[in-house]
């Protein structure tokens, strides 16, 4: 097994379900935050809560999307300069 192919395995079975996972979750804690700032518009507790949702779930979200631009931009360098790996 080439490096390359070490990479694949790693970034295509590990990595990419990770991240799509915690995008997902990161994308639920979003959706509740705005669920429940509109939801419970008359207690302002709540809406506190519910921004404060929307908050980490916008910086879930950056995160994550971050981390799989940063895996794609690690793999096209490892894969440049004339070495043959197969694209993502």
Not at 3 to 26: C, N, S, W, Y
Not at 36 to 47: G, T
Not at 49 to 72: A, E, S
């Amino acid at each position: 097994m080439t490096f390359e192919e070490l990479i694949r395995k790693i970034t295509t079975g590990l990595i990419d379900p990770l991240v799509g996972l915690m995008i997902a979750a990161a994308g639920i804690v979003f959706l509740w935050g705005v669920v429940e700032f509109i939801a419970k518009a008359d207690n302002e507790a709540a809406r506190a809560k519910g921004k404060q949702h929307i908050v980490w779930g916008l910086v879930g979200l950056t995160i994550m999307f971050t981390v799989w631009g940063l895996v794609r931009i690690l793999y096209d360098f490892i894969c440049s300069g004339g070495t043959t790996c197969a694209p993502l």
